[in-house]
């Protein structure tokens, strides 16, 4: 039996863990870790519903006196009972205790499904955690020799007895979850286990993708997260409009007529561009939710956002900053590969006809980067690699629109103010990534201004930036192939001004309509190989360069599309 150390805990360890962490340790090291450790939290269907069925017994009721020598004051019903220990180190809310004479009581613990098939009633987790209630309600006093599991599923109690194996089974796990707990490093993934599919921190463990990196997994990874999440994000452009809340609903309105309603359940990000107005009422509701707010100037360019507290997890954002501080070569040089992969693929499936010489130079300047020994030599393999690829950019065109004097023709890449439509689309598409992955990386923790490519500078989400690289061929260059190609996009959504060309008010919502349609768009995951939105694939690619920075995974590997 592991003996607890009662005097001297372990570092940065709280004194107290919830007996609720006791059972998830059980469950899964690595998911106690997450959830306690690193307070990273999501609610699927199951947590939801666990929630909903304890209400009743989460509300305090009845009395519960101490044990007294001549039990005239016995403990008949409580409910919601608080109870601690300082030599377990736990801390538990008992949803019921109830009496069984003198100072004997019994507890009652809630569960929402039904009760498994097994010769135990339950499964170990559960009957630890109600285990730690009794010991709990022994170090009180009170006479604890059983208790009893309730499942809503199916109705019925199962009896669970403190024998001396549960009891020392449930010290033995009291103890390695105190050492788990102060460790640096989470525990690795369960292999192929039945636990994950079920997992509402599925999406953040990502269980079989980091074994499959590790090279602890022989068979292809289930894909067990979403390809999508339901929620999208809701764009504002109209200047002058203002965006408030009414009754679970975000309603947009200019000048007392009503634009739009939607409901907050489906939305994902708030984007605003311009001049418009956002009431404080929806701003404390959307911060609650943990949906950002994003604005962008009047000429499309990513100007700030908003949010509710930042991340908990404050080793990756320090991890973050020391390999910043070494320069985070390996990182940078991955992203760059990946992005003169994309760049080539793109060119080769979507020439007109095939720029041989173009690709055999990225072919080239990819090999080159890959073995780049500074940043500094990696920027002037990826300049010089950009000015291959966007001098055959073209090819990729319609002729008949990107021709010399064609309203699409391109000759180089140029920006502030971008000088043509095809720069115009590109410029506000960049930004339009820019975005998404600066709410990415703050979602799971990183610091989006702090990069390993990008020269950190005041205001500019460096990071963002460098994760964007490898995806600029795949959305934002793919997406303004398709608007001009399938003519989604004319020549009359464009405005030139002094020189510079920007979009109309019906040119964006067409740009942000087809590029939210690309981030839809389902690609076979070239590592993992399932089938995956590239909405999802920013997530897991950002979730990818934490585990990294964590020291879950030796390397950190780039997206490139087959």
Known sequence: MTTINTDVPPPDVPELVPARMVNEFTYCPRLFFLEWVESRFADNADTVEGTWRHKRV????????????????????????????????????????????????????????????IPEGAWEPERVQLCVQGLLLREAGYECDHGFLWFAGSRRRVRVDFDDTLVARTEELLGALR?????????????????????????????????????????????????????????????????????????????????????????????????VQVSTQLLTELFAREIPVCWFSSGG????????????????????????????????????????????????????????????????????????????????????????????????????????????????RNRRPPLDPVNCLLSYLYGLLTKELTVTAFAVGLDPYLGFYHRPRFGRPALALDLAEEFRPLIAESTTINLINNGEIRPSDFIVRA???????????????????RLDTEVTHPVFGYAVSYRRTLEVQVRILAAHLIGELPDYVGFTTR
């Open 499 to 517: 020189g510079g060309v920007t979009l109309t008010s019906d040119g964006r919502r067409k740009v942000l309509a087809a590029y939210e349609r």
């Open 301 to 412: 360019w990513f100007s700030g956002m908003a949010h509710g507290l930042p991340g908990k997890h404050v080793e990756l954002r320090r991890r973050q900053v020391v390999v910043a501080s070494q320069g985070g070569l390996t990182i940078a040089r991955a992203a760059i590969v990946s992005k003169i992969r994309n760049s080539r693929t793109l060119l080769m499936r979507n020439a007109r006809s095939r720029p041989d010489a173009a690709i055999a130079q990225l072919k080239t300047a990819a090999e080159r980067a890959g073995t780049a020994e500074s940043v500094a030599t990696l920027l002037g393999i990826e300049g010089a690699a950009a000015r291959t690829y966007f001098g055959a950019f073209p090819t990729m065109l319609r002729e008949d629109l990107s021709g010399v004097g064609s309203p699409f023709a391109f000759e180089n």
């Open 179 to 275: 050492a788990t707990a102060s460790s640096d490093l989470a525990p690795p993934p369960l292999i192929d286990s039945p636990k994950c599919p079920r997992c509402s921190l599925v999406g953040l463990c990502l269980p079989d993708e980091t074994n499959v990196l590790l090279a602890r997994r022989d068979q292809p990874p289930r894909r067990l997260i979403p390809s999508d999440d339901a929620p999208h994000p809701l764009y504002v452009t109209e200047a002058g409009a203002r965006v408030g809340k009414d009754h679970g609903r975000i309603v947009v309105s200019k000048k007392g007529e009503k634009l739009a309603s939607v409901p907050l359940l489906d939305v994902s990000q708030l984007c605003l561009r311009g001049n």
């Open 58 to 117: 989460d509300q305090p009721a009845g009395r519960a006196p101490l044990p007294t020598d001549d039990g005239d004051d016995e403990l008949k019903v409580a409910r919601s009972l608080m109870l601690s220990s300082a030599r377990l180190g736990v801390v538990a809310k008992c949803d019921v205790v109830e009496g069984d004479g003198g100072n004997r009581v019994i507890p009652v613990d809630t569960k929402k499904g039904k009760a498994p098939d």
